[in-house]
Structures are given as structure tokens and as C-alpha cells.
């Protein structure tokens, strides 16, 4: 299979005060085509802007993007418009990035508008179908972003997303803000849209919750670091890198009778701006060793098909 896209060595850096913060500092990934990856972190760690980077909403400090074997990244203007169509985002806050003066209609209408795609009846009619297929009623298309609950509104964001018939949707953590009784829903009707429609997803997540539910395979990321990757059930089931292990037993099991340890991190993410030296988790890891301040852990394949950076695993 020919991955749909592909990252290889993305760095984007900000530069503050004559200081640069890595933001997203080294990062290579195959996306298969109607595949989800989960990118995993906690605030802070890139994976946002990773995913902005990616669809080039930011421009990289280094690196290259393909997008089906071409570099987006030296398109033009009027080319990049173009893959726009195929490439679209889904925003945490569904709030925040639904014009509330807007009504349903002119929201979801508004990429027509913006591609002089479709206009008119054909447009109206286009958008009830989208309406009924992230289920919504198509009857409350005049209505305002405040008349519904959140959970609705993330379903208005991702109807809009599905607009232009996409390929690739960068799901930046959509269900973070919803409640937990929510979210199932909302990762249920991506799935669903994912398998209809064909669709790929980069979708970002905070913590290891509920990612696994959409994700195939699972990338974790730590201030800007690729710290491991892996299929969803290795991930969970044998998770390599110290972090990993962290985040992991910080989900809740539903089952009573499994215990799991909780592994508290000491301390906070150090700043991207002075990360430390050697493997940037080492603040923070319970294994930290010697050669961990002073060498910079080797991205590595474990085991077949999963990859880590830790000296634990080195050979
Ligand atoms: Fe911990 Fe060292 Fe592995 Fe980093 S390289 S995760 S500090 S054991
Ligand atoms: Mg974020």
C-alpha cells in the first residue's frame, strides 16, 4: 500500500525572545489511505501544531509533507487552494470555530462558497444530506450555533469538514471538550463517516482514554519528540517507552477486577524553549539512567512494526 501521506522530518520552530521553542522537532509518519493514526500528548508536547504543520495552516521550519507522492509544501497558492478540498480539520472547541452570527446553513454552506462549488438549491439540498448524515435534523438549518449542545455543535464542525467530500481530516482533539458521555457518540459517528466515506485521520488526543476506540495505529509524542508508535493493541497491551506506561495508567479500567498501578510523573513538562539535554523525558522518568542526560535515545524498531525512543530498548 502507498501511504496517503507522508511526514518526513517536519521541525516547526518558533522563534521567542532569540530563543527557539521546538515546537514539533523530528517527526516522520506514513499515513495509510483510510487509516486512523491517534497522535498522543499532553498540552504542550506539538501535537496540535504538528497537525496544523501538516496540512500547512502553518508553514514548517523543515521537512517535507506528501500528500499522495507530491510536496504540498511547495505548492502555490492556487494549488494549495485545490488540495484544500481533499485536506480539512475538525477543531476542539466547536464553539470557538463556528461563527456564532452564522446560521447552520451559511456555516456549512460556506466552503461552497469558498470553492464556487455549489450555489443555490443544489447547495441547500447538499447541505441537508450533510446535516442527516453527521445526525443532525436538516429542518434546523436556520438555526444559530447557541441553539445547540455541544455535542451537536462538534457534529456542525464536522459536517462542514465533510462539505467538499475530503480525503484526509486532521481531528484535532474533538471530543477533548465534551462530556464523557458525549464523546462515544462523536467517536462512533467518525468512524462510521471514516468507513461511508473512505476517509484517512490524524486524530489528536490528549490522553490514551479514548483514542484507541478510532485509532489503528497510535503515535506518542512528549515536548515535541516522537517518543513511540505502534498498532492500538500493542499500544495499550505493551506499551515500551516509560512515558507511554504513564499516560497509560492514567486510564480508567472499567473493569474493578483489573488493577493497574498508576504511575504518577514527578514534576511538569519542562519548557520546549531549554528542553533538557540527552532524551528530553528524562526530568520526569522513573528509569532515567546515566546515558540518558548525555545521549539522545535512537528512534528504533523494538519489534516489528514498533518503534521507540528510549536507551532501555537500545542494542
Ligand atoms: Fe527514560 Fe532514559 Fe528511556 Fe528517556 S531514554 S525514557 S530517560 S529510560
Ligand atoms: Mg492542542
Not at 470557538?96 to 466552503?111: D, F, H, K, Q
Not at 461511508?196 to 478510532?214: E, R
Amino acid at each position: 500500500k502507498t501511504p496517503l501521506v507522508q511526514v518526513k522530518d517536519l521541525k516547526k520552530y518558533f522563534s521567542i525572545d532569540r530563543h527557539y521553542l521546538k515546537a514539533v522537532d523530528g517527526l516522520t509518519l506514513d499515513i495509510f489511505p483510510g487509516e486512523t493514526v491517534g497522535l498522543v500528548g499532553e498540552s504542550g508536547c506539538g501535537k496540535s501544531t504538528a497537525g496544523r504543520t501538516i496540512i500547512r495552516l502553518y508553514e514548517p521550519t523543515e521537512g517535507e509533507v506528501l500528500y499522495n507522492g507530491k510536496n504540498i509544501y511547495t505548492y502555490k497558492h492556487r494549488e494549495m487552494v485545490k488540495i484544500r478540498r481533499e485536506i480539512q480539520m475538525i477543531f476542539q472547541d466547536p464553539y470557538a470555530s463556528l461563527n456564532p452570527r452564522m446560521t447552520v446553513e451559511e456555516i456549512i454552506g460556506e466552503p461552497f462558497a469558498i470553492h464556487r462549488t455549489l450555489s443555490g438549491k443544489k447547495r441547500k439540498e447538499r447541505i441537508k444530506e450533510l446535516l442527516k448524515l453527521v445526525g443532525l435534523n436538516p429542518d434546523h438549518m436556520s438555526r444559530f450555533p447557541h441553539e445547540f449542545s455541544g455535542g451537536q455543535r462538534q457534529r456542525i464542525g464536522i459536517a462542514r469538514a465533510l462539505a467538499l467530500e475530503p480525503k484526509f481530516i486532521v481531528c484535532d482533539e474533538p471530543i477533548s471538550a465534551l462530556d464523557v458521555s458525549i464523546q462515544a457518540q462523536v467517536v462512533n459517528l467518525l468512524k462510521e463517516l471514516q468507513k461511508k466515506m473512505g476517509l484517512t485521520y490524524l486524530f489528536i488526543a490528549h490522553d490514551l482514554s479514548m483514542v484507541k476506540y478510532i485509532s489503528d495505529r497510535i503515535l506518542v509524542m512528549y515536548l515535541g519528540k516522537m517518543v513511540e508508535l505502534t498498532d492500538s493493541e500493542s499500544l495499550y497491551n505493551v506499551p515500551l517507552h516509560p512515558y507511554t506506561q504513564a499516560l497509560l495508567s492514567a486510564v480508567p479500567i472499567p473493569d474493578p477486577d483489573v488493577k493497574r498501578e498508576r504511575i504518577v510523573l514527578k514534576g511538569d513538562v519542562p519548557s520546549p524553549i531549554s528542553p533538557p539535554s540527552g532524551c528530553v523525558f528524562r526530568t520526569r522518568c522513573p528509569a532515567a539512567m546515566e546515558i540518558c542526560s548525555k545521549v539522545e535515545p535512537k528512534w528504533q524498531e523494538v519489534k516489528p512494526g514498533h518503534f521507540t525512543a528510549c536507551h532501555l530498548y537500545e542494542v
